[in-house]
C-alpha cells in the first residue's frame, strides 16, 4: 500500500507559467482534498471532491482548478502561476463513514513549488 | 467564522516531562475537531478526532480531551520521537474545515 502520493515533489516555475500536480491514493476513498500550507498561516484547503466526477470549491480555490475522472487520482491544475502561488501543496484523501467530509484524512508527502 | 488558535507556538521539554498543548476555538455547531502530528517535510499524520465535550481518546502517551471553548493534547512522559508539530482542525455546521498553525514541540534527552 503506498498510501498518497503526489508528483512532483519540488517544482519551480516562473509566473505565467502552468502545471498540473498530480495525486494518487490506492485506499479506494472517495473523498480526496487539495491544500496549501503557508508559514504563520495553517493548512487551507483549495478544492475537494466527494466522488469521481464531482469536484467542489474550498477556502481558496482562486487562481486553480481541479478534475477528479478517476476515483484514485486528483489532479491541481495552475493555468498561471504567481508569486503568491509559492506555497507547500498537499493532497489529502478519506473514507466516507460517521465523520463524513473531513473524516480522518491520509495526506501525502507534499509538492513544494515556488513561482519565481 | 470558525476560528482555531493553538498555544504555545513553541514548547521544549526534557524527555519525560508531561505537559499540554492547547487549542482555542470558536464554531458554528462543532460536528468534528481533529488533532495531526507533522514531521518536518511530511504531510500530517491523523491522531484523533473528538466530537463532543467531555470526550477522551488516548493512543500511546497521547491524549486529547474536548471542552466546549477547547481541546488540549496531553502529552505523558515524552520521548525525543515525539518532537513534531501538532496541528487542531475543526469543521462545523458550515462544512468548512479550519487548521491552526500548530504547535511545534522539541523533547530533548
Known amino acids: 500500500n503506498a498510501g498518497v502520493t503526489q508528483t512532483p515533489k519540488f517544482r519551480v516555475l516562473k509566473t505565467g507559467q502552468s502545471m498540473t500536480l498530480l495525486c494518487a491514493q490506492d485506499m479506494n476513498h472517495e473523498y480526496m482534498y487539495w491544500y496549501r500550507q503557508d508559514p504563520g498561516m495553517g493548512l487551507r484547503l483549495i478544492h475537494y471532491s466527494v466522488g469521481e466526477g464531482t469536484t467542489a470549491k474550498g477556502e481558496v480555490p482562486d487562481g486553480y482548478n481541479v478534475s477528479r475522472l478517476k476515483k484514485q487520482n486528483f489532479l491541481l491544475g495552475l493555468e498561471s502561476a504567481a508569486p503568491s502561488q509559492t506555497s507547500v501543496y498537499f493532497c489529502?484523501?478519506?473514507?466516507?463513514?460517521?465523520?463524513?467530509?473531513?473524516?480522518?484524512?491520509?495526506f501525502g508527502p507534499g509538492t513544494r513549488l515556488t513561482v519565481l | 467564522e470558525d476560528q482555531v488558535t493553538q498555544s504555545p507556538e513553541a514548547l521544549r521539554l526534557q524527555e519525560g516531562e508531561s505537559s499540554s498543548l492547547n487549542c482555542s476555538y470558536t464554531v458554528s455547531g462543532l460536528r468534528g475537531l481533529f488533532w495531526y502530528r507533522q514531521d518536518p517535510g511530511k504531510g500530517p499524520e491523523f491522531l484523533f478526532t473528538l466530537y463532543s465535550a467531555g470526550e477522551e481518546k488516548e493512543k500511546e502517551r497521547l491524549k486529547a480531551t474536548l471542552t466546549k471553548k477547547e481541546s488540549f493534547l496531553h502529552i505523558t512522559a515524552p520521548k525525543p520521537e515525539d518532537s513534531a508539530t501538532y496541528l487542531c482542525?475543526?469543521?462545523?455546521?458550515?462544512?468548512?474545515?479550519?487548521f491552526g498553525t500548530g504547535t511545534r514541540l522539541q523533547v530533548t534527552l
Open positions: 482542525a475543526l469543521t462545523g455546521t458550515a462544512s468548512k474545515l479550519t
Open positions: 489529502a484523501s478519506s473514507y466516507t463513514g460517521a465523520g463524513g467530509l473531513y473524516n480522518e484524512q491520509f
